[in-house]
């Protein structure tokens, strides 16, 4: 079964940084995951894709203080002097065959 | 830049289908190479994939109440839910996939443009 998981919420201070995880079923550390941001009473925007070796693609407009990283079968979100509106739910993303699957989200307050 | 639009109506009865459509601006014409996706989100939860086409193929995992159609012609493509309840109520979003060759492998990964979504709530 294909799940990934999420903290639920996390928190940092107003230019800080702030690492979300997003951990994949166990025996695929190969898996690429997506990255999306949900600002309050928006719909969610792509932010990056992240292989397993830690390269990530960033959609056009992502911002350079976001990157991602892996090892295993985490795949992380760094976010670097952390802004206001960087205060959103995060969600991140897998696939298989014939399938899609969220995380249940990552809620970041920022201090 | 590429423009995803969700439409249809708002307030669907119990057992109803749920009928909406994505129409796609700001880009190539769509064609049955491209992957599109539906995804909801019930009030106050997180994401949900509802399903996804590509050409006349679609897959989902709402086990037969879901069909998912491109028109070409139209430059969009529809989602049909069946016998819906309360249950469905939720934000619809529609999307596209990224699709590329991974060094040998075609792959359809996961959605990299959005729709801004649309409030469809069922209720008699």
């Known amino acids: 079964q294909l799940v990934v998981t999420q903290s639920p919420s996390a928190s940092a201070s107003l230019g800080a940084s702030v690492k979300l995880t997003c951990t994949l079923t166990s025996g695929r550390t190969t898996a690429a995951i997506a990255w999306h941001q949900q600002q309050p009473g928006k719909g969610p925007r792509f932010l990056m894709n992240?292989?397993?070796?830690?390269?990530?693609t960033k959609a056009d407009g992502t911002p350079d203080r976001f990157s991602g990283s892996s090892s295993g079968a985490e795949r992380y979100l760094i976010i670097s002097s952390l802004q206001s509106e960087d205060e959103a739910d995060y969600y991140c993303?897998?696939?298989?065959?014939?399938?899609?699957?969220f995380g249940g989200g990552t809620r970041l307050t920022v201090l | 830049q590429l423009q995803l639009q969700e439409s249809g109506p708002g307030l669907v009865k119990p057992s109803q289908t749920l009928s909406l459509t994505c129409t796609v601006s700001?880009?190539?014409?769509?064609?049955?190479?491209?992957?599109w996706g539906w995804i909801r989100q019930p009030p106050g939860k997180g994401l949900e994939w509802v399903g996804s086409v590509h050409g006349n193929t679609y897959w989902s995992s709402f086990e037969g109440r879901v069909t998912v159609s491109v028109d070409t012609t139209k430059n969009h493509f529809s989602l049909q839910l069946t016998s819906v309840t309360a249950a469905d109520t939720a934000v619809y979003y529609c999307a596209r996939h990224w699709s590329g060759m991974v060094g040998r492998t075609w792959v359809v990964g996961g959605f990299d443009s959005w729709g801004q979504g649309t409030l469809v709530t069922v209720s008699s």
């Open positions: 992240v292989n397993s070796d830690g390269s990530h």
């Open positions: 993303q897998t696939w298989g065959t014939d399938i899609q699957v």
């Open positions: 700001g880009g190539p014409r769509i064609s049955i190479d491209n992957y």
